[in-house]
């Protein structure tokens, strides 16, 4: 596998008035390889829409690199780099035009990317429609008549219809509902394996995260704080935050989820605006040493392809999986 | 008792929100009500509190809270009931420090002087785990978290100790550390106090070390209540199982496809029989013809539906359920 995309020391620095700036990303690098599925789970806050909007161009990043198939990422971008990447947003309804027919938004979509004549235009708008479950029926409806499951099938319809080779999806599935939700995470899945896509997949929620990526980066406060194979992450998290984070995941088991109500984790993240020096989650990590109040932390290899930025990383903390 | 509600039923305009429920809470006890987003679960605790919009029809045989019928609310809600809701941010008054607002409920509900009911503000915003409670009794709702503001609203639902406290999705809004810690906050709260709660969710997660008893509603209806240990151990409805096996786990099984509920809840509208049947594996024409009633299956455990999970025929298909 070779690298589709490679970040070096990207920050994105907002001024918020005259001495005040807020870092949403704080100097990442990681690379994302051909085929993959990229995770990035974080709270709000934590960088990780920031990260991703910057990626597929929307945001031009304050510092660092972006080489996107060995080349850097032309800024703005040009129409070949906005054919090869797109984006999926959370709210399905909100990136659906109400006042246009899905076949309509499909074919504006292919228009803009010039994808060619008519007749090849409706013919992809029909195939997409297929792939995603939808049917080519649902090229006369509007938004309001589909439910949110649908208009999501449609809003990834119209990401995979120019073939691009990189998808960035922003919490793809946190406004829908558990049941429709298992669909897109299956339908997703589907679309992984036939089409080879490269995705990079936003979203909070480790449990989604686990069943759609095969690698997962943890974001803290604009900073890559682990970054490992899944089986690594959940099973052998290293970082503090990564094992605070797993624990407070509520588990629909009510012997196990009463148990960990009494091992919340402490603390909120802290105001992004003023983050503490040193390590920024030291204010909340039961490991904080003095070295870690005064010295930030780099991600370096822990284990093969496991990165860690943290002074301390241990398993000490971790959830035992084989105790439920 | 401590409150008992029979046959309530809601209308909104060209909609039936709520379509006779009914369910009594004992004091002290923790109830959830579980459901996906228009399945009517918050509808009710507005009922109860008397909240909804005028254009709402309201119709019950009994709605009371201690046996006096909840009709006059003065001197009930906010005394006798407490609700936390949603959205922390937009229930608070953002112009208003927040140690007045809660201060306020306090002078009006019990006619404490006005440094009587900042003392007990400040007693209460320490109970609620506010660090810094008498800095933070000055701040406005924008200078604090999600999770501040949601202690903030915590502690004007319990200001005058009430009977049932009705939580509305009480941590959805927030982020998942910060959930955890309200979750353990608002556990310790009721078991220190002996406050009934009602807990609204359409996480299972949540529900599962919260609440000693569950009620799964769809489309406006409970459709099993249980023992919360029974639900998760046993689940009768073929709705409740379909959830449970659709949510996506932390620790294993990320291999498979996820198991989906087919279709949407849209189904349901105009359905003459059961609401689920079109999206039902199990479905039977007495299904779609007749609407099954919330009956025992076993000590405290109820469900509404024809086909009994637990048995099944020599093919292995659930058999119909026999007539009590």
Redo the contacts between chains.
């Keep these: 596998m070779t690298a589709l995309l490679a970040v070096e020391g990207l920050t994105k620095h907002y001024r918020l008035g005259r001495s005040t700036t807020l870092r949403a990303l704080d100097g990442i690098t990681l690379e994302v390889q051909r085929g993959e599925t990229l995770g990035l789970v974080g709270e709000s806050g934590s960088g990780k829409s920031t990260f991703g909007r910057c990626l597929v161009g929307l945001h031009a990043p304050t510092g660092g690199r972006i080489l996107f198939d060995g080349r850097p990422m032309p800024n703005p971008p040009d129409a070949a780099f906005r054919r090869r990447v797109q984006l999926v947003f959370q709210d399905p309804y909100g990136a659906l035009n109400p006042a246009m027919t899905i076949g309509t938004t499909l074919a504006e979509h292919l228009r803009a990317q010039r994808y060619g004549s008519g007749e090849s235009i409706r013919a992809r708008s029909r195939e997409v429609l297929d792939m995603t479950g939808l049917g080519a029926a649902y090229a006369t409806r509007y938004p309001h008549e589909m439910s949110g499951g649908e208009r999501q099938r449609a809003v990834i319809a119209r990401a995979i219809s120019s073939h691009p080779d990189f998808i960035v999806a922003d919490e793809p599935v946190s406004a829908l509902d558990v049941s429709t939700r298992a669909q897109i995470i299956n339908l997703m899945r589907a679309l992984q394996r036939a089409l080879g896509l490269t995705w990079l997949f936003i979203s909070h929620d480790l449990g989604v995260v686990a069943h759609v990526c095969r690698r997962v980066a943890v974001m803290y406060l604009g900073r890559v704080v682990e970054l490992a194979p899944r089986e690594a992450l959940f099973h052998r998290p290293l970082h503090p935050y990564t094992q605070a984070l797993l624990r407070a995941v509520p588990i629909p088991d009510p012997a196990v989820q009463r148990a960990r109500l009494s091992d919340a984790p402490p603390g909120e993240p802290p105001d992004a605006t003023a983050p503490p020096g040193g390590c920024s989650f030291h204010p909340r990590c039961p490991r904080a040493s003095d070295l870690c109040r005064t010295t930030a932390p780099a991600l370096t290899t822990a284990a093969s392809g496991h990165f860690v930025a943290c002074h301390h990383a241990s398993l000490e903390g971790a959830t035992l999986w084989s105790a439920h | 008792m401590l409150l008992d509600l029979q046959n309530l039923c809601v209308d909104f305009p060209g909609l039936r929100a709520v379509d006779g429920v009914s369910f009594s809470l004992a004091a002290g006890e923790k109830l959830g009500l579980v459901g996906?987003?228009g399945c009517g679960k918050s509808t009710i605790a507005l009922a109860l509190m008397r909240l909804l919009p005028s254009v709402a029809r309201l119709g019950y045989t009994t709605m009371t809270l201690d046996g006096v019928p909840l009709a006059d609310m003065r001197g009930v809600r906010g005394r006798q009931m407490g609700m936390v809701f949603q959205d922390p941010m937009t229930s608070l008054h953002p112009m208003i420090p927040v140690g007045r607002q809660v201060a306020e409920g306090l002078r009006h509900q019990l006619g404490l002087s006005r440094s009587d009911a900042a003392a007990r503000t400040l007693g209460l915003f320490r109970a609620v785990g506010i660090a810094a409670a008498e800095r933070r009794m000055g701040a406005y709702p924008h200078e604090l978290?999600g999770?501040?503001c949601q202690r903030v609203m915590l502690a004007m639902a319990i200001a005058c100790q009430p009977k049932l406290l009705l939580a509305d999705e009480p941590t959805t809004a927030l982020?998942?550390?910060?959930?955890?810690?309200i979750?353990?906050l608002i556990?310790r709260i009721c078991r220190e106090t002996g406050m009934a709660v009602i807990l609204i969710t359409?996480?299972?997660?949540?529900a599962?070390?919260?609440t000693d008893r569950i009620a799964v509603m769809y489309a406006g209806e409970i459709v099993e209540t249980a023992p919360?240990?029974l639900l998760?151990a046993a689940p009768a409805h073929p709705y409740t199982r379909?959830?449970?096996r659709?949510?996506?786990?932390?620790?294993?099984g990320?291999e498979d496809?996820?198991?989906?509920?087919?279709g949407?809840?849209?189904s349901a509208a105009g359905a003459v029989g059961c609401r689920f049947a079109a999206r039902c594996p199990h479905a039977i024409d007495l299904c779609r013809s007749e609407r099954p009633r919330l009956a025992p299956v076993a000590g405290g455990h109820m469900v509404a539906c024809w086909m009994d999970a637990a048995a099944s025929d020599a093919a292995g298909r659930p058999v119909e359920r026999l007539a009590a």
Excluded at chain 2, 202 to 206: C, E, I, K, S, T
Excluded at chain 2, 246 to 252: E, G, N, Q, V, Y
């Design positions: 996906e987003s978290s999770g501040m982020d998942v550390t910060v959930q955890a810690q979750l353990a556990d359409h996480d299972l997660g949540v599962a070390g919260m919360t240990g998760f379909g959830l449970l659709s949510l996506p786990r932390l620790d294993a990320w496809d996820l198991e989906t509920i087919p949407s809840v849209r």
